[in-house]
C-alpha cells in the first residue's frame, strides 16, 4: 500500500505540504500541476471531478472552503478510504490554525509554517490506514470501567469540565457523555494528538472542526500512570498545575484499580469475558457512537503451516470490515438492510452480524462449521453487550 495526500491553494495551485506512505514514487510537481489543471478546467465547464482510476493506481480530489484543493493518490486503498483520509486531512488543518485562518490567510509561506504542527496527526492517519478504522474512537474495555467512570463523574463534577475521559495505552477505557456527544472526527483528532505528543503532559489550544471551528478550546492532559492518561476539554483557566493537581488528588485512592485496568491490553476485552476456542479475533462497533475495540484472541492459538500471527489476525479483521461490511453501505445507502455477511477461505472464516447500534465482526479458525458461526457470534454479542463493562 502507498498514500500521498497533497494540499494545495485552488486559487494559484501552490503547494502548501505533501505527506506520504509506503515505498511508490512521489507525484511529480508538473503531475501536480497537470492534475489541477484537469481540475480547474472541469470546474470551468460545470463539471466537478472527483476520482480517476487506473489498473494499480487511485487519484481523488476534494475542495475546501472554497480556499484549499486536497488531492489524495493511492495504490491498494478503496476510494471510500482515500477520501475520509483526505476529509481527515482538511479537518487536522482546522484542527491546528482555525477555519478563521485558513479562510483568511494573507501570506501562503506564514500559513506554512502555522500548519507544521498538524503534519504529525495527519501522518498518523496515514499510517494508521491499515491499522485504524478512520473516523471511529478506538476503545479498550475493561472491568473497571465502570470505577473509572465514576471517578471521571466526581472529577468533572470539582473541576467543571463536561468533556473528560480516561486513555489506557491511548486508547479510551471511559469517557464523560459529553465527550461521546462530540462528533466522531473531532474524538478521533483529539486522540491522534494525545497519541503524536512527545510530551506527556500537554496543554495545547485545538479548533474542533464540528464543533468549534473558530473558537479555540484547552486540551489538557495529564499523566496519572504510565500508559495511562486523563484528557479534558476546557477554556483558558485555570492553570495546568491546578488541574493537574486536582487529577491527582481524585486518582490518588484508584491507581490499584487503574494497574488492573490497564492488565486488559493487548486482549482489550475483560478477562472474565469467555471467548469460544474457535474465535481468532473480533472487532465490535458502535455505530451510533461510531467507537470500536478490536481484539485478537490470545488464549487461542493455531498450530501447524496455517498459523495466523496475532497481528496479521487484525488486519485481517479490518480488510473484512471495508471490503465486505462497510462498503455495503455505497450500494444499499442503509447498512442495517443487509444484517450478516460472511467470508470463508482456506486458512480463516469471518463473519459479521449487525444488531441495533452493534456491528460485530468475528474471525474464526478455517475448521469451524459455517452454518455454526452465526451461533457462535450472537452468542459473543450477546455476552459483550450484556456485560456491564461496555458503558
Not at 451461533?375 to 461496555?390: E, F, G, H, N, R
Amino acid at each position: 500500500m502507498s498514500i500521498q495526500i497533497i494540499c494545495l491553494t485552488l486559487s494559484g495551485g501552490i503547494p502548501l505540504f505533501t505527506r506520504k506512505k509506503g515505498e511508490g514514487e512521489n507525484l511529480s510537481f508538473s503531475t501536480v500541476g497537470s492534475l489541477n489543471g484537469v481540475h480547474m478546467f472541469c470546474k470551468s465547464q460545470g463539471q466537478n471531478l472527483r476520482s480517476t482510476s487506473w489498473e494499480d493506481g487511485l487519484l481523488v480530489w476534494e475542495e475546501y472552503a472554497e480556499t484549499f484543493l486536497i488531492v489524495g493518490y493511492g495504490r491498494g486503498v478503496t476510494e471510500k478510504v482515500l477520501r475520509r483520509l483526505i476529509n481527515s486531512t482538511y479537518n487536522a488543518m482546522v484542527f491546528t490554525v482555525g477555519l478563521n485562518e485558513l479562510q483568511n490567510f494573507l501570506s501562503v509561506e506564514r500559513l506554512k509554517r502555522e500548519l507544521q504542527p498538524c503534519w504529525g496527526t495527519i501522518d498518523h492517519l496515514i499510517e494508521g490506514t491499515d491499522s485504524e478504522l478512520i473516523g471511529f474512537t478506538d476503545c479498550i474495555l475493561c472491568s473497571q470501567n465502570v470505577t473509572i467512570l465514576e471517578k471521571l463523574g466526581e472529577f468533572c463534577e470539582q473541576f467543571g469540565s463536561a468533556y473528560a475521559c480516561l486513555m489506557i495505552r491511548q486508547r479510551i477505557a471511559a469517557a464523560t457523555e459529553a465527550w461521546w456527544d462530540l462528533d466522531a472526527k473531532d474524538r478521533q483528532l483529539l486522540s491522534t494528538l494525545i497519541a503524536t505528543s512527545s510530551s506527556l503532559q500537554k496543554d495545547t489550544p485545538v479548533y474542533l472542526p464540528q464543533k468549534s471551528p473558530t473558537i479555540a478550546y484547552r486540551l489538557v492532559s495529564i499523566p496519572i500512570l504510565q500508559n495511562i492518561n486523563m484528557c479534558l476539554l476546557c477554556g483558558a483557566e485555570p492553570p495546568y498545575r491546578d488541574v493537574e493537581a486536582l487529577a491527582h488528588q481524585v486518582w490518588r485512592s484508584e491507581l490499584k484499580t487503574l494497574e488492573l485496568a490497564e492488565q486488559c491490553f493487548p486482549r482489550n476485552f475483560p478477562n472474565t469475558l469467555e471467548l469460544d476456542s474457535g474465535i481468532l479475533g473480533i472487532l465490535l462497533i458502535n455505530r451510533r457512537l461510531a467507537k470500536y475495540v478490536i481484539s485478537r484472541n490470545i488464549q487461542q492459538s493455531s498450530t501447524g503451516k496455517r498459523t495466523i500471527s496475532g497481528t496479521h489476525r487484525l488486519d485481517i479483521l479490518r480488510t473484512f470490515f471495508h471490503q465486505a461490511v462497510d462498503m455495503i453501505e455505497d450500494y444499499v445507502g442503509n447498512l442495517a438492510t443487509h444484517s450478516e455477511s460472511y467470508w470463508c477461505s482456506d486458512y480463516h472464516k469471518c463473519h459479521a452480524l449487525i444488531q441495533d447500534d452493534n456491528l460485530i465482526c468475528i474471525l474464526y479458525v478455517a475448521a469451524i462449521p459455517t452454518h455454526t458461526m452465526r451461533l457462535i457470534t450472537q452468542k459473543t454479542l450477546a455476552a459483550i453487550v450484556a456485560s456491564k463493562d461496555t458503558c
